[in-house]
């Protein structure tokens, strides 16, 4: 399943990527692209030197805190949260926050031999730019994993235990240390 993922993922970028190197190769007015660029300059010396401009980690992320299954987990502004997973809709031991198809981070309820398992070929398979993410404490649930690919494709894998329960998360579309992540992990509650 994860395969298929993968080369859909891979499909959607390729067609995006076609899609700008055709738009980059038509006959573009030029004199469109240097007002355009003269706007750029023009915006940034209005621009008082003496405020930084906000970056994406400045930002505080906002959104809904919801419940379903043992989870309650802040769903930002403009994603969603999908109950369940594609074999079981209505399972409470799966969910995903979701902000786009190429982008979400996924809650599971496993036994720990699944787990395991998971991790091991996980781990296995997500070999780009691997890297293994020391041992972290986040919402009183202490994690273990790795995160993988570069700033285009990035991931992670997170592995722990509350409750009693072995708990999964994958973020896909986002690196471990994301404002989006800390802010979806941060506000994780397993029942």
């Known amino acids: 399943m994860k395969k298929m993922m993968i080369a859909k993922n891979a499909a959607v970028l ?22 355009a660029a003269e706007s750029t300059v023009q915006s940034a010396a209005e621009e008082d030197p003496a405020e930084p401009s906000a970056t994406a980690e400045d930002k ?25 997973d594609v074999l079981d809709e209505n399972s409470p031991d799966y969910c995903s926050v979701k902000k786009s198809d190429l982008s979400w981070i996924d809650f599971k309820n496993e036994k720990e031999e699944t787990q395991k398992k998971q991790y091991e070929y996980n781990h296995k398979t997500y070999t780009y ?19 993988y690919g570069d700033d285009f494709t990035p991931g992670f894998e997170l592995y722990g235990q509350s409750n009693g329960k072995f708990i999964r998360v994958s973020g896909a579309g986002f690196k471990f240390d994301s404002p989006e992540a800390k802010a979806v992990l941060e506000s994780l509650k397993i029942g």
């Open 60 to 84: 505080e992320i906002t959104g809904t805190v919801e419940t379903w299954g043992v989870y309650t987990v802040l769903v930002p502004d403009g994603w969603k949260l999908r109950k369940g």
């Open 129 to 147: 730019n691997q890297k293994d993410l020391p041992a972290v404490t986040i919402a009183g649930i202490e994690w273990n994993g790795f995160e």
């Open 14 to 35: 390729l067609a995006a990527l076609m899609s700008l190197s055709f738009v980059s190769c038509g006959s573009g007015d030029s004199s469109s692209a240097a007002d």
